[in-house]
Nanobody, 123 residues
């Protein structure tokens, strides 16, 4: 079982930045594609970003492209989501996810989920 622990959420003003981290103690981290999804109150969970096991390929939702960057450090078993130019619409609980093999943008493809970290962007 892959245990995922997110950190880095918080309250920030519009235009500000936050960096989310997701760490796992799994020894096979480098075999897993990692993703970030988010869920705002009253809305469905939506894809944010994903990265292949080697970090070569990344995917982004159109709503965050150019503002968010996903990256990973396989030596530290950690994936990051750098969020810049934050908007109130980015307010949500952000979830880290993992799946063996290639990254996808579909939540149903990911079998491992963290508990989530709250990101609140004030206007």
């Amino acid at each position: 079982q892959v245990q995922l622990v997110e950190s880095g959420g918080g309250l920030v003003q519009a235009g500000g930045s936050l960096r989310l981290s997701c760490t796992t103690d799994g020894r096979t981290f480098s075999y897993y594609a990692m993703g970030w999804f988010r869920q705002a109150p009253g809305k469905e969970r939506e894809f944010v970003a994903a990265i292949w096991p080697t970090g070569v390929n990344t995917y982004y939702a159109d709503s965050v492209k150019g503002r968010f960057t996903i990256s990973r450090d396989n030596a530290k078993n950690t994936v990051y989501l750098q969020m810049n130019t934050l908007k109130p619409d980015d307010t949500a609980v952000y979830y880290c996810t993992a799946r063996p093999g290639v990254a996808t943008i579909r939540a149903e493809d990911y079998g491992h989920w963290g508990q989530g970290t709250q990101v609140t962007v004030s206007s």
